[in-house]
Structures are given as structure tokens and as C-alpha cells.
């Protein structure tokens, strides 16, 4: 670093010598850039590690220290829906009705092929309680298992995981809609524990369920009715069609 010659004026001195500390800082500084990379790559790292350890223990499968009383809450229904009388007795026992009141009325024709199927959530309940039993599933809790209808959401799914030490819990929601005689569902929602799944995840680990049940579901009701529409009230799911059914001219 130079020195202020005696005589110099101190102004133009002063500068000089500014310049030159900021030259000297600026070449302090230039050998040690990856000090600023690897306090940077830290707090990338420690943030990916937070936002993971976070995503975990929001499902509550699991216990994290530090994170899971603030990432996780007990999952609870909307409202407690209670098993009924099994949709497939329901079913069986509304068409095998209306269709000998039909007969009666037509004398042996059946000349109105019309019919609204009407189903409670208690009775997709019982259904739900019955299939994941029949399963013999360890991941989860067949007991608890419940199926909430609504309006807005369509069908909504709630059943507590086995063995979880914070009763964590599955939920998701579908919406069912007829087409070409048969029901497609489109899933809307899934929730581990508290951890909303993005949509795309939902689809995906959500799609082997929905089909295998969803085969079945079809496979029922098309053995009785052609499915035209579906409509929904709170609690009950009202599905529209004809009778799928052959009865010959004078059969009793």
C-alpha cells in the first residue's frame, strides 16, 4: 500500500488510500468463495432435511423429536358414521321388491323398467367394515373404517392405521359419476395422518384401490341396473338407471 506523499494534497490522498483498502479487501476476498458455496449448500441441505423430517411426522406413523407436536394432530371424522345394514342385502332386497310390485301391478308384464337406488353411508359402511376384513389387512384397522356422504365431496373415507402410536388415520374422498352404465370415481383428496398427498400422488397410490373395489361396486349394481346418474344428498347416494334384469311375458 502506498504512502501519502508530505505535500500531497490530503483530498486526493484520502481517495487514493480508499482505493487501495478496497483493493486490498477485494483481494482478501477473491481466494475464498466457496466459504459463501458451502454456507449456501448448508442451508439448502438443512432445509431439504427439515421439510422431510417434517413430511414424516406429519403422517404420525412415526415419532420425530422436535417435529411431531407441531406437525402432526390426531385426525378425527367430520362425524362418526356407524355400520348398517350391508349395501349388497340393500340392493338385493329393493330391486327383487320393486320388481314384484311391478309384476303385480302389470299383471305378469313389467312394462316400467325405471329405478332410483337409494344407499346410506351406513350401509357403504358396513360394506367397507366387511371387505377390509375379509382382507385380514395389518396396515389397517377394518373396526374403524367409515365412508361419510356429502354433496360437495362425494364420498369421503376415514379409517385409523393398526399398531400407530398416535392413532394416525387414511383419508380420502372420491367422487363417483355414471358413464356408459357403469360408476368411474375421480379421487379429490388423500391425507396420511395430517400430510395432505399432492393430487398427482393421490391418483396414483390411490388407482389399484379404487379399481379392485370399483370392479366389484360395478359388477353388483350392474347385475341389477343400467346406471344413468348419480346424485347426492347428505348421508345418502341416490343412483338412477333401469333394471338390468330380463323378465319373460308371464313369468310370476
Not at 23 to 32: F, H, V
Not at 105 to 112: E, I, P
Not at 161 to 178: C, D, E, G, M, T
Request: net charge neutral.
Amino acid at each position: 500500500m502506498s504512502r501519502i506523499e508530505k505535500g500531497q494534497d490530503s483530498k486526493e490522498g484520502m481517495q487514493q488510500l480508499k482505493g487501495e483498502v478496497i483493493k486490498e479487501i477485494r483481494s482478501q476476498n477473491r481466494g475464498r468463495p466457496w466459504i459463501t458455496c458451502s454456507l449456501l449448500f448448508l442451508v439448502i441441505i438443512f432445509g431439504l432435511l427439515s421439510a422431510g423430517a417434517w413430511a414424516v411426522a406429519a403422517t404420525g406413523l412415526v415419532n420425530v423429536p422436535g417435529f411431531t407436536s407441531w406437525a402432526y394432530h390426531p385426525p378425527v371424522p367430520e362425524r362418526t358414521v356407524l355400520p348398517g345394514v350391508p349395501m349388497e342385502r340393500v340392493v338385493d332386497e329393493r330391486v327383487k321388491s320393486l320388481i314384484a310390485q311391478r309384476l303385480q301391478d302389470g299383471q305378469g308384464k313389467l312394462s316400467q323398467t325405471a329405478i332410483s337406488l337409494e344407499i346410506s353411508e351406513q350401509s357403504l359402511t358396513a360394506s367397507l367394515r366387511s371387505a377390509l376384513g375379509k382382507q385380514m389387512d395389518d396396515t389397517l384397522d377394518s373396526a374403524t373404517a367409515q365412508v361419510r356422504i356429502d354433496p360437495d365431496t362425494g364420498f369421503t373415507f376415514f379409517v385409523l392405521f393398526k399398531n400407530s402410536p398416535r392413532a394416525s388415520a387414511l383419508q380420502f374422498s372420491v367422487y363417483a359419476s355414471a358413464h356408459d352404465g357403469t360408476v368411474e370415481l375421480k379421487p379429490e383428496r388423500f391425507i396420511v395422518g395430517s400430510l395432505p398427498i399432492p393430487n398427482a400422488l393421490t391418483a396414483f397410490f390411490l388407482q389399484p384401490f379404487i379399481q379392485s373395489k370399483l370392479n366389484d361396486f360395478n359388477a353388483l349394481l350392474g347385475s341389477y341396473v343400467q346406471m344413468k346418474s348419480i346424485d347426492y344428498q347428505a348421508g345418502v347416494v341416490i343412483i338412477n338407471g333401469d333394471l338390468a334384469v330380463q323378465i319373460k311375458e308371464g313369468q310370476p
